[in-house]
């Protein structure tokens, strides 16, 4: 462990990673290709990590030399990866914005079974938090507001009136071609 | 079960589209690109099915896909948000493989600087991802206005691909300064925490504009946490310049911030102060203090974060983290195991001398829970706490003691024998309890490299000892039991007590012709020569072979045994031929312990092989028969270190001569009749 000032950079992220309870990847995005070359040592770490954290239920382990936040719920469990010298703070903020935002796009039913069915979204979200390892935004309100719900996949008790005429408008549109 | 299973296959199908992917069959979907109308949803899941496999790892051709690239280009026709963003995203990810992916720059710029503002962020990403260097500059002016955009997604999506621009093209972000400059002041957390990346990176080459960058916006309060961590590291940087940080303007700033509402910015604050250079315990002291409370947050983060940081400053400055000493112990019980490791170890290089006996005792139910590449972390720390306290050594040897006696796999077991093996060195008073710890661990050790070293250890320090006889019941069982190395290295422990004690002689040599029976040729081997040499009354040759071991320098020995068998030769070897080393294993073995003493200069030894090549070069010496080469002595210096030249002799040592070398190390300078005087004294006898 060096004792360093920390260098003034915006790349703060090496990882993030959402993973089943096998141990399988769902979804994962790395942004260091000099400790993750290629997809062979993302899976050997991915293995580790999921061997290292899936009884233990803290927050936080350091392993290969990386500092890994985690978060599970049901059958999922949700990484953010750092560099072992960063801000653990910062990192867990990130990991507070990717599950808040996946709970609020999943409607709070936060499972491997509704992740999948809302996968392309949940894609667009992660996009959304890291831009090749900057930090892009970490207000999971704003991350689901850019994401851009369709209309009717948003409740008609919390859709604006427009909202409502609109996706009115597109069903009779689709069901006049049919 | 067959039938169950499948029917539980089916079920996951349908619920999981993504399961079992081929990547022909999504391909051939993706056809439905093509159509005259474009169904969103459809259109939608094709696409993440295509983005899950290349996330999967899976590699796409890059006929493949173009194929794909330039079907999704055909996406841009329908308006659906969702399958816009998606589009981006598959844009940004087979940009690397497919070709001529310019081809959509056209419809990129368009939804920039369209009306749709959910598009525009999503928009200028994938922009700047297919984009090169060259043609950025036709972009300029749109990224110009996007940084200074009111919606702070697009605004920070500019400022984003800026900040990666800038590491590669920094002349072009440059003329951007004054839009970020304005960025920078923007309410939104985010875009002021990006902004100010921006500008540093712009910035960071000019220490006066960083000096004046800093002060202006350590006296306007950032709104965003982010910007102010930035800053934090950034204002470090510039005190850890000074020659005191306390002269430092920024230094304050830094203090200020410890007491931040952020706890984020807190830790930075207090992360940045501990790692300056030329920090005293003063400057250090609120900084431990914020760690102080840090470790007794309910959050785990915290907690790591704080007492990860304690074990840095422990390293350089352990009396100011005394004061943690009762909050390090309460973590020990910590779940997470990490965050108890930790505590511990920095325990360890904090403890005083009357805490010692309290720690282990914690230690001790602790270890035995921990993985195996923790515990070898807090045995090393142990290791330090030995030498520190010498007096303490009993109670840490029995720890280490009991340790051995637990599970554990080879590097563990190797750490701890080592750490006793160095008490043992450095402790004279340890050295009987720490002898017969390790007799004990032998009795039920497993690895055979460790009972083969300790072996050689209680042979050469054992004899020495007030009672050495009670070792030889340990060594004789390895005799009996082990396994052939362990044998062999066990008679030739019971040879050097032989050597050594008289009195127990003849029990040595019963036991010495009993290993002569034994099925290993090597055990047999060394037994009879043992027996022979010990049972000869010559005390001479006892010492020679036994106590004085190897003659010859391991590393020539190695290399003429090499010649020796790769030429035919008729004569046998002749071990004397070697040049007396200085025992090569000798000084590996006590650099490893001595490291926390000073480390004495390096006595340069040149390897002997090459002295009588190069002694062989000189023709006048050839015609002298000087025969193998006895020893070359150390390095004599005849000037002083400090004068422009340096003059060394070797004395090389033969059987019948005897060679002076003398060198100079200054390789550009010729010496012009330079004379050597020699002066011989006869000691009359």
């Known amino acids: ?178 | 079960m067959n039938f169950r299973r499948e029917k539980k296959e089916e079920e996951e199908s349908l619920a999981n589209p993504y399961a079992s992917l081929e990547k022909t069959s999504v391909l051939q979907e993706a056809r439905a690109f093509n159509e005259s109308i474009i169904n969103p949803r459809k259109c939608t899941l094709i696409l993440s099915k295509i983005l899950y496999l290349l996330n999967q790892g899976q590699t796409f051709g890059t006929t493949e896909a173009t194929e794909t690239f330039f079907a999704m280009t055909r996406l841009f026709q329908c308006k659906d948000s969702v399958l816009r963003r998606m589009v981006y995203l598959g844009i940004k990810e087979l940009s690397q493989v497919s070709d001529d992916v310019i081809i959509v720059t056209s419809s990129l710029t368009k939804d920039m600087t369209g009306k749709d503002d959910m598009y525009r962020g999503g928009a200028i990403r994938a922009l700047c991802t297919i984009t090169d260097n060259s043609m950025l500059t036709t972009l300029e002016r749109y990224l110009k206005q996007a940084i200074v955009d009111k919606l702070p997604m697009v605004s920070c999506a500019a400022l984003v691909r800026a900040y990666h621009l800038s590491l590669g093209n920094s002349e072009l972000v440059k003329r951007w300064v004054s839009e970020v400059q304005e960025a920078v002041l923007s309410e939104n957390v985010m875009v002021q925490y990006h902004a100010l990346g921006v500008l540093f990176q712009i910035r960071k080459a000019d220490r006066l504009a960083v000096t004046k960058l800093v002060s202006k916006l350590t006296k306007s309060h950032l709104k965003s946490p982010f910007a102010v961590t930035l800053l934090i590291r950034i204002a470090a940087k510039l005190v850890d310049e000074e020659e005191n940080p306390v002269d430092s303007p920024f230094f304050d700033f830094l203090e200020v911030c410890l007491r931040h509402k952020s706890e984020m910015v807190i830790f930075e604050a207090a992360h940045a102060i501990i790692n300056l250079k030329k920090v005293t315990p003063r400057e250090i002291n609120p900084a431990v203090g914020v760690l102080q409370l840090f470790c007794s947050s309910p959050k785990a983060s915290l907690r790591f974060a704080a007492v990860r940081t304690l074990s840095k400053i422990a390293i350089a400055h352990p009396t100011s983290v005394t004061n943690c000493n009762v909050d390090l112990e309460n973590l020990i019980t910590d779940t997470n195991r990490s965050i108890a490791t930790f505590a511990i170890t920095t325990l360890l290089k904090t403890g005083a001398e009357s805490s010692i006996d309290r720690l282990m005792k914690q230690i001790s139910t602790f270890v035995s829970e921990i993985p195996d590449e923790f515990k070898i972390v807090v045995v090393h720390a142990i290791k330090s706490l030995c030498l520190k306290f010498p007096r303490k050594h009993t109670t840490l040897m029995q720890f280490l003691s009991s340790l051995l006696r637990d599970e554990g796999g080879l590097d563990y077991k190797a750490a701890i024998a080592d750490t006793i093996i160095t008490i043992i060195e450095e402790n004279p008073e340890a050295k009987e309890l720490g002898l017969s710890y390790l007799c004990e661990f032998i009795e039920d050790c497993e690895h055979t490299s460790l009972a083969v070293r300790i072996l050689h250890l209680v042979g050469k320090e054992g004899p020495k000892a007030k009672q050495p006889s009670k070792y030889i019941r340990y060594i004789y069982n390895r005799v009996i039991l082990e396994q052939a190395p362990v044998r062999a290295a066990a008679v030739s422990a019971l040879a050097q007590f032989g050597a050594q004690c008289p009195n127990l002689l003849p029990n040595i040599l019963v036991l010495l012709m009993r290993s002569q029976m034994d099925s290993d040729d090597e055990v047999r081997d060394r037994a009879t020569l043992y027996y022979q040499l010990l049972s000869s009354s010559d005390r001479s040759l006892s010492t020679q072979y036994i106590l004085n071991s190897l003659q010859a320098s391991v590393v020539a020995l190695e290399k003429a045994l090499g010649n020796y068998l790769q030429t035919p030769c008729e004569l046998p070897f002749d071990i004397k031929s070697i040049p007396i080393g200085t025992g090569a294993t000798d000084d590996v073995k006590t650099g490893n312990i001595h490291k926390p003493k000073v480390t004495e200069p390096k006595k340069v030894i040149q390897p002997e092989g090459s002295i009588t090549e190069e002694l062989t070069k000189i023709p006048q010496l050839n015609r002298i028969s000087l025969g193998g080469l006895f020893k070359t002595c150390e390095k004599l210096q005849l000037t002083e270190s400090e004068t422009e030249y340096v003059v060394t002799c070797n004395k090389h040592i033969f059987q019948k001569h005897c060679v002076l070398q003398v060198s100079k190390t200054l390789i550009q300078l010729f010496f012009i009749n330079a004379f050597c005087f020699l002066v011989t004294i006869s000691i009359k006898s």
């Open chain 1, 1 to 178: 462990m060096e004792c360093s000032l920390l260098e003034p950079t915006l790349y703060t992220l090496k990882g993030l990673i959402i993973m089943d309870n096998d141990g399988n990847r769902i979804l994962a995005k790395y942004f260091d290709s000099n400790i993750f070359p290629t997809s062979k040592e993302q899976k050997t770490f991915e293995k580790s990590l999921f061997t290292r954290t899936h009884r233990a239920n803290s927050e936080i382990i350091m392993l290969d030399g990386l500092t890994c936040l985690y978060k599970s719920n049901v059958d999922l469990f949700f990484y953010v990866i750092g560099s072992s010298n960063d801000n653990e703070l910062l990192l867990l903020t990130v990991l507070h914005c990717l599950y808040d935002s996946t709970s609020q796009i999943l409607r709070k039913n936060v499972e491997k079974r509704n992740l999948m069915e809302n996968l392309d979204v949940i894609m667009l979200a992660m996009d959304e938090i890291c831009d090749e390892g900057i930090i892009l935004e970490a207000d999971p309100a704003q991350v689901c507001q850019r994401v851009a719900l369709r209309s009717d996949d948003i409740p008609i008790g919390e859709q604006t009136v427009a909202q409502v005429i609109q996706s009115a408008k597109e069903q009779l549109r689709w069901s006049i071609l049919k």
